[in-house]
């Protein structure tokens, strides 16, 4: 099993910036991917990085790339997405999740273990 927290949400103005955090427990992260969504309601959950534990190999989407760097901490073990230049857009709640492997594009329903999500908010 293991177990991820949320951390680092909060209320930003349009082109601020926050770094959110997910903490990992439970077991090794070695082998395992992690990944950030984010979802609205009514909508489905989006894929917004991920980063592979192992070799550090990292996958963004196109709508935050340039704006959005994921990084890791394995020693820890913990996982960071910086979030720059914040368009209302991207206000969500943010999830952090982990799969087993390397699958960096895998889709929501793919991950095995998730966190409860933390909300990020962007408005003037």
């Known amino acids: 099993q293991v177990q991820l927290a949320e951390s680092g949400g909060g209320l930003v103005q349009p082109g601020g910036s926050l770094r959110l955090s997910c903490a990992a427990s439970?077991?090794?992260?070695?082998?395992?991917?992690i990944g950030w969504f984010r979802q609205i309601p009514g909508k489905e959950r989006e894929g917004v990085s991920a980063?592979?534990?192992?070799?550090?190999?990292?996958y963004y989407a196109d709508s935050v790339k340039g704006r959005f760097t994921i990084s890791r901490d394995n020693k820890n073990p913990r996982v960071y997405l910086q979030l720059d230049s914040l368009k209302p857009e991207d206000t969500a709640r943010y999830y952090c999740?982990?799969?087993?492997?390397?699958?960096?594009?895998?889709?929501?329903?793919?991950?095995?273990?998730w966190g409860q999500g933390t909300q990020v908010t962007v408005s003037s």
């Open positions: 999740a982990a799969i087993a492997g390397d699958r960096l594009e895998a889709a929501a329903y793919e991950y095995d273990y």
């Open positions: 439970g077991r090794t992260l070695d082998y395992y991917a």
């Open positions: 980063i592979s534990m192992s070799t550090g190999r990292t």
